[in-house]
Structures are given as C-alpha cells and as structure tokens.
C-alpha cells in the first residue's frame, strides 16, 4: 500500500475558499499529494434532461471531515483496508486458497476493478455486484462460508479492492444485457415510499445543496463507498446507506443484497459515472 | 388494565358525541385545496403549536423551513421556503389545507401530507424500516395541526 507521509502537502491541496456556500463548495480534493480526485464532472448522457454536473458528496461536508480524507494517515477508514489486506492473504475454506492464491497482488490484480461494478456477469447471466463476486469467490473458488451482505468483513474487503481504482472515473455499463436491471433501478430511484412520500430524487435531484435540519443534502453519489461514517465509526456500504435513506421516508426498507438494491446500485452508480472512485471516503 | 380500557372508551364516546376531530378521510377539501374547518372542532394552541414545529418526531418543521421567531431551535433547513410572514399570503383555511394534504395546495411538492393515512407505497412502522403494522396514524393529530396553525397565523410581517 502506498502510505505516504504527506499530510502537510495534502493540507495544501485542499484548499479552503473563505465563503461557505449552501451550494458545493469549490476546494479540490488531492489524496496523500499525489491522486487527483474527480469530484466534479459532466453529467453522464443519460442524465442530460435531468442534471448539468455530477458532484461527489465530498464537497457537502465540513473542511474537517473532508481534510481527512485527503491523506490516508488520517482517513479512519485505511485501518479497515488493512484489516481486509490481511483476508485477502490468509487462506480460508477446504480448498486451502486465499484471494491471492488466485488473484496474486490485490494492487496489480484489482486495479479498476471497482469502476465498472455493479456490471453484467455472461455465466450467471444477472448484473453482479462487486460483493456477489466476492461471495462467489469464498463459496466456489475457495469452498469458504459466504460473508454476510453488507457486513463488516464485506465492506472492507470492497474498501481494499476500491482503493486500487482511486483517482479513476467511474465507469459502468447501463446498455446491452444490464439494461433492464438499471430502469428497474431507475424506477425505484424516482418512486416515493413511505408516510413522508419521498423518493431518492426528492432529497438528491431536487435539494441537493440544500439542507435538511443540519444535514447538507448531496447528490447521493456512491463513488465514495464504502464510505468511513464518523458517526459511527465503521465503513457503510452503499446498500446499507440505501436502507437508511429508505428507512428515513418512514417506509419498509429493502434488504442489503436484495434484487432492489442491486439494481438501485447500478442505477445509483451510473449517475456518478465521471467522477473518480474515492473509497474510502469520509463522512459524517 | 380494564378500567383504564374503560375510561378511554367513556372518553372516546362522550368526544363523538361532541362531534370531535374529523377523520382523515373525512376531511373536506375546498377545489383549491383548502380547509375551511377546524379539524379538532377546537381552537389550536399557540404554544404548543410553536412545540410541534421544532419537536423532530412530531411537525419538524424546521427541517426544512426557516422560521425566524422559532431561531432558539436549532439548525432550521432549508428544502422549503422561509415561513415569516406567511400569514400574509396564505388564509387560515389554506394554511390548513397546506399542512393537511400539502399535495392538493402544491403538486408533487417534497413536503409531507400531515393528515393523510393512504395511497403509500410500502409505509412503514414509524422510523423502523419495518413493515406498517395494521392503519397508519396521521403524521400529527388534528389538535396537533390546529396548534400549529394558530402559531403559523401569528407569523405577520
């Protein structure tokens, strides 16, 4: 891993303008001096009707909590990817493999990895997310119990996996084969659920940059994830954060793993592609 | 157990017959979306109007409205607009029916229904995640909303 001791250059690199807007602000955000982030980015075709940019929820934070995230010295989150470099290296199941019996080097093997998933799988033939492949590899490749969905092992392994594909735009196929999967997701993204009847375009098309009580709404972008919570110490993974925002409509939430969330995932992840993959990120 | 089963009965029926709050489905709608009637049959209370609004698990209000006389609260949001003076633009009987079924006064606004209890997709059971158990209850109750519309009426510039 490359962890460098650079935090006073990283300082530098994020720049701090005086006026705090509602809006996203316009600091820059370069990690341990040396990978610049895409944190803003045209908008992807398919949303041209709907949105002129794409912005990494980055720029909604606090200059604290985004100043963490610009060195990984100081980003909590780099202690889960440790902890999932040292899964990846210890061999687990009645095959006697460990991910790099197979897949070698994590930092060669991985890189943009995390860019194109969620993405079609030809054999199984249904759009797969970076955790059912995981899943795939501890059951078939490794005769290993499959990790829970969403769980603390699983967000840590993508956060490993994410970080070899830092810095690179974000990049998922929507067409061909996975075309059904992402209207099913763009259809969940725009229905309002629960008592409160708001859907995901309520809080992150229409107000992002607004605030809701002390919560400065973004636009509900997944580049960052897993993303490290302060809140509450640990990393998040896109399907659990899906459930919190669903559960926060008053509605019955979806489960982490469900087909919805998958296809929400890809959806989700597709209205972010041009921006940079930031996992870990910071928030809070 | 039972005597207080009891009570809530005897208080029950003696409220019917004074021909208490209207159901939600009840409520009768102007065409431009308003309610002319109080929906408790009862004047509100400015206090615990101004309660209701700032309080997270009943109006919360303020998370996205700013309202200047409710600035001891904190952290007012601002998804909706600022509500000063909105007893300027609006009559009582709209301001009830913004605050009943927003949807009828703005359509497809992001501001929930406070007396609604239908046409959800997959409601839940409060703030659970889980599934609603049986009918919902109004997000406020209709003394509730008349409490805060006595409050909203105070808001003059």
Redesign the interface.
Known sequence: MKFKAMTAIAALAVSMPALAF?DADDDTLVVNGEIEMITKAAAPAHLADTLDEVISGWHMRSDETQIMQADDFDNPGMIFVEQAMDDWNTVNGEKGKSCASCHGDVEESMTGVRAVYPKWNDSKETVYTMEMQINDCLTDGMGAEAWKKSGAKMARMEALISVQSRGMPMNVAIDGPAEATWELGKELYY????????SCA??HE??YG?????DH?SQGQTNGFPVYRLKNAKLTTAHGRF?GC????????YKPGSDEFIALELYVASRGNGLSVEAPSVRN | MKLSILTLAVTLTAGAAMAGPVAPADVAYTEDGAVEASLSGMAGNVENGSKVMTTKSLGNCVACHQISALSHAPFHGTVGPSLDGVADRWTEAELRGILTNSKLTYEGTVMPAYYVVDGFTRPGNGYTGKAAEGPLDPLLSAQQIEDVIAFLATLKE
């Open positions: 509602a229905t309002r659920t629960g008592q409160l009847d708001l309520s809080c229409e107000n607004n605030h809701i009580r002390s709404l459930k669903v559960r926060d409509t008053r509605a019955e939430t």
